[in-house]
């Protein structure tokens, strides 16, 4: 029987976006990702913008889904913790999964220690210096005043609303140059000041749908995990080492 003492984590799997038939692809691709994994996680982070669009209205919630929620459900059942980030995508999300689930649900950072190795773990969303928009964007949208008032919004105009608004962002237009990545980003910025102050080993983020690795001094990392519908990339944690991984393309040498 294998032993259950890795760490996952993966983040902007976006279902939902794009179209309907790209979106279940990677709802394929992802739920065959959380199938190769059950065997030896322990822990499981999801770091925000799981899904493009997500809203708990207090008795409905989005449709679709159906195998990922199933395959996260037997998971849990396996006794693997699952941690859910909000994103700025699904920054919406209350307590379905908490009741459903057993997830934590986590709303900005959390900072853990697992084998030796103390972690900040954060979406990324609204971190570091500039894109003063969003972050103004943010404190709306997160504020109960504007959720009460969308939840006022019938289902059926409040998500397609917002599902028009997200098909129009960033993700649906992502071009070629949107996998550079420069030593001075706002998360890297972000990450090099938040060491000025408390020691991290790993400073793990999703956000900027980039899959890559900065040794940002002698013992800490920044790692951001990429997304997966160019890149399909996840992180692994074992024996205190953190890798950058590509589904179907490392994991195989990696079981």
């Not at 996952?8 to 279902?15: G, M, T």
């Not at 994103?87 to 689930?101: A, C, K, R, S, T």
């Not at 008032?149 to 140059?177: I, K, Q, T």
């Not at 074992?238 to 589904?247: E, K, T």
Request: include cysteine.
């Amino acid at each position: 029987m294998a032993i259950r003492n890795k760490l996952y984590f993966a983040s902007d799997i976006h279902l939902g976006a794009l179209n309907y038939t790209s979106s279940r692809e990677r709802e394929d691709r992802f739920v065959r990702w959380l199938d190769s994994i059950k065997h030896d996680a322990n822990e499981l982070f999801l770091v925000g913008d799981v899904f493009d669009f997500w809203f708990e209205y207090k008795t409905v919630v989005p449709k679709g889904y159906i195998r990922f929620l199933g395959k996260l459900a037997e998971l849990v059942d396996l006794g693997i913790k699952l941690y859910l980030f909000k994103g700025n995508h699904d920054m919406w999300i209350f307590d379905y999964f908490v009741q459903e689930l057993g997830a934590t649900i986590i709303s900005n950072e959390l900072v853990i220690e697992r084998q030796g190795k103390k972690l900040y773990i954060h979406h990324g969303d609204g971190l570091g210096p500039g894109d003063g928009k969003y972050k103004i964007l943010k404190k709306v949208f997160r504020s109960r005043v504007c959720q009460w008032l969308f939840e006022r919004l019938h289902p059926n105009f409040g998500v397609g609303l917002a599902n028009y608004w997200s098909g129009h962002s960033r993700l649906a237009n992502a071009a070629a140059d949107e996998h550079k990545l420069f030593e001075n980003e706002w998360l890297v910025t972000f990450a090099r000041e938040t060491l000025q102050k408390q020691h991290y080993d790993y400073l793990i983020f999703g956000h900027r749908h980039i899959p890559l690795v900065i040794q940002l001094n002698s013992q800490s990392q920044y790692i951001n995990l990429g997304e997966w519908i160019f890149n399909s990339s996840y992180a692994v944690m074992a024996d205190g080492q953190i890798q950058l991984l590509h589904f179907e393309k490392d994991h195989a040498e990696n079981t």
